[in-house]
């Protein structure tokens, strides 16, 4: 079992940076895939990025050159840094984790980012 806790999410002005960490409750180093999902009210839960243990990513054509997803194994922890953010990348963002040797999919409870002037 592993438990994941967001943070990072915020009020911010279109244009702006923000860095989402995903903190987990043990090692990572067994999480295949770590990454990021989002859901906007009214709307289904999308995939913006997700990454390998070997450090493939990959991004939601939305987001592609303006988000970054990386992973500190050592640290538990997963970022996802976003710039030049707009009004329509606001949403609640998700932490997910899947473990092949177990084909278990992890989630945390999730962090409110609101990009408005």
């Known amino acids: 079992q592993v438990q994941l806790v967001e943070s990072g999410g915020d009020l911010v002005q279109p244009g702006g940076s923000l860095r989402l960490s995903c903190a987990a409750s043990?090692?990572?180093?067994?999480?295949?895939?770590m990454g990021w999902y989002r859901q906007a009210p009214g709307k289904q839960r999308d995939l913006v990025a997700t990454?390998?243990?070997?450090?493939?990513?990959n991004y939601a054509d939305s987001v592609k050159g303006r988000f970054t997803v990386s992973r500190d194994n050592a640290k538990n922890t997963v970022y996802l840094q976003m710039n030049s953010l707009k009004p329509e990348d606001t949403a609640v963002y998700y932490c997910?984790?899947?473990?092949?040797?177990?084909?278990?999919?992890?989630w945390g409870q999730g962090t409110q980012v609101t990009v408005s002037s």
């Open positions: 043990r090692s990572i180093s067994s999480i295949n895939t």
């Open positions: 990454i390998t243990i070997g450090g493939i990513t």
């Open positions: 997910s984790g899947y473990q092949i040797a177990t084909m278990r999919t992890y």
